[in-house]
């Protein structure tokens, strides 16, 4: 289904589905899974399966329509609570990323705008407003993407970090938006991407997305930033974001931050690629954003043959880190080009 239509997550009706390329094989494998229950979707979430805060956001908004089409509870109220008891399931999975919890208020949202009619009405009603997330998800990229290509015509290299492609989103991405725009109005383009330790997003995921779309990529290990930018290499820094705050503090994979500094001090500038439901204007500074803690075998062992570091050393693997908002040149977002300082809560 999605190698036909060319997205990284979708709603199957037929099977009531949640259906999403299982990211954790690429490059190597390209499998599209069928999710229909909670614990395989939570597994999903939380193993890697389906990441990047804007797919997160598409994909429980689907399983919760998936969920709720699957309830035998025929009584309203009872059908209400397994359908909270859902959203908590779904919004437990991981804790950065706010696509996630906005996706699920506005599920609530369409709940209770239909709970007067009845269950049908409402699951017929979830089903619809899943799609609709779904399909405004495309349409915010491609205005990322068209802000983003007019902001940065006459720039032809680019750093990005982890993956904020079309595979952490459903189509284009967010921070790969412009870059795919660029190519399409026949700039030339290159992309470094960062390999992102741990898990291996740039290395795994970006170049492969963007190797396939035929954009001239160099992989690089995190600590070469500095490199590239000394020698010239690139013109800007682009990267996603999970957590706008309202004071433009912005939560990304870890590493981030460290990519802001260092295109302060060599004066490239740094901008990160986000839709407005990635900013979270009820979190005030970055200091309250929540950071997600994930194994220390991500560090020790997963990618090694042999256990890399011995057995008594202990290691540190936060997920994501805070980028100042003083180090962020613009944010590029669905409605246009935005100083952190710009950021309002307003169509
Ligand atoms: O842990 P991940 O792979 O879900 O982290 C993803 C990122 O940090 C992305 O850069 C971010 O979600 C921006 S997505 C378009």
């Known amino acids: 289904m999605l190698e036909k239509t060319g997205r990284t997550v979708d709603y199957c009706r037929e099977d009531n589905s949640l259906v999403i390329l299982d990211q954790t094989l690429l490059p ?17 979430i939380k193993s890697l399966r389906l990441r990047g805060a804007p797919c997160i956001g598409v994909s429980a908004a689907i399983a919760l329509s998936v969920l709720a089409n699957d309830s035998k509870q025929t ?47 409402v699951k017929a009603e979830l089903a619809k407003r899943a799609e ?77 997305e963007l190797t396939e779309a035929g954009i001239d990529t160099t992989v690089i290990c995190d600590n070469m930033a500095s490199y590239v930018m000394k020698n ?19 939560a990304n994979k870890i590493g981030t931050s460290s990519l802001a500094v260092l295109a302060k001090y060599y004066k490239l500038p740094f901008y990160i690629c986000a839709p407005f439901s990635t900013v ?34 202990k290691c540190l693997n936060p997920a994501f880190d805070v980028t100042d908002a003083s180090l962020i040149t613009a944010f590029i977002t669905e409605r246009g080009v935005f100083a952190p300082s710009e950021l309002k809560n307003e169509e």
């Open 132 to 208: 609709e997330i779904l399909e405004d998800d495309i349409a915010r990229c491609r205005s990322i993407g068209r802000h983003g290509a007019e902001l940065l015509k006459g720039k032809h290299s680019f750093l990005t970090h982890c993956n904020a492609g079309r595979l952490a989103c459903v189509k284009y991405g967010t921070a790969l938006a412009p870059v795919y725009f660029l190519k399409e109005q026949g700039e030339e383009v290159r992309v470094y991407a960062d390999e992102t330790r741990p898990l291996l997003q740039g290395a795994r995921l970006t170049a492969y």
């Open 75 to 121: 009584e309203p109220e009872a059908f209400k609570r397994e359908f909270l008891k859902n959203c908590e399931i779904i919004t437990s999975a991981r804790p950065t990323a706010v696509n996630l919890f906005w996706a699920a208020e506005e599920m609530k949202k369409a709940f209770d705008s239909c709970f007067e009619k009845g269950v049908d009405a």
């Open 232 to 250: 010239g290499l690139v013109d800007a820094v682009i990267t996603g974001a999970d957590r706008i705050a309202a004071n433009g503090d912005a």
């Open 28 to 44: 190597n494998t390209v499998r599209e899974l069928h999710l229909k229950n909670a614990d395989e979707i939570v597994e999903a």
């Open 280 to 313: 979270d204007f009820n979190c005030e500074s970055g200091e309250s954003i929540k950071i997600e803690m994930r194994d220390e075998a991500e560090i020790s062992e997963k990618w090694y043959s042999q256990r890399m570091t011995p057995k008594n050393v």
